[in-house]
């Protein structure tokens, strides 16, 4: 799928660098859904969400509120930067999902220490951040920007 003015295989980006190769990759992807680092982030939420329904207590709401958070904003700023269509908007959401895993990674391992979360679903919970924080890693290295000359 290529839309008209946005991303063709040859095409130079908004400072005059060569983006071909990284504008076909995402002119590539079907959907958001279909990216690793997405499916991982949402199966992040969805365990977030539960534990938070299943183990609420007055004195964590705090920090069950910005697990919420922050994990929620891991999942949507991927999928907001994918909508864009534009590499240097597509990676400065990256960067925010990023940092917005290593926020979420932070609280769990916060959770599992002060016994705020079962270890078990904290831990599976924490192994798939982990892997979230990767896999965006290894998007960021792709969608590196080009030193300009």
Request: proline share 4%; hydrophobic share 45%.
């Amino acid at each position: 799928m290529v839309v008209r003015g946005a991303l063709t295989s040859n095409c130079w980006g908004e400072k005059g660098w060569w983006m071909g190769p990284v504008i076909s990759m995402l002119a590539r992807m079907r959907d958001h859904k279909s990216m690793l680092a997405w499916q991982e982030a949402h199966e992040v939420v969805r365990g977030v969400l539960r534990s938070c329904r299943l183990c609420w207590r007055p004195q964590a709401a705090a920090l069950f509120e910005q697990l919420q958070r922050s994990s929620l904003s891991v999942q949507l700023n991927i999928a907001e930067g994918y909508s864009l269509k534009r590499p240097a908007r597509f990676r400065y959401h990256l960067e925010v999902a990023y940092g917005s895993a290593v926020e979420t990674g932070d609280l769990l391992e916060l959770a599992l220490s002060e016994g705020v979360l079962p270890p078990v679903e904290a831990g599976a919970m924490l192994d798939r951040c982990r892997r979230t924080q990767r896999l965006l890693l290894g998007l960021l290295r792709r969608y590196a920007r080009p030193i300009s000359s």
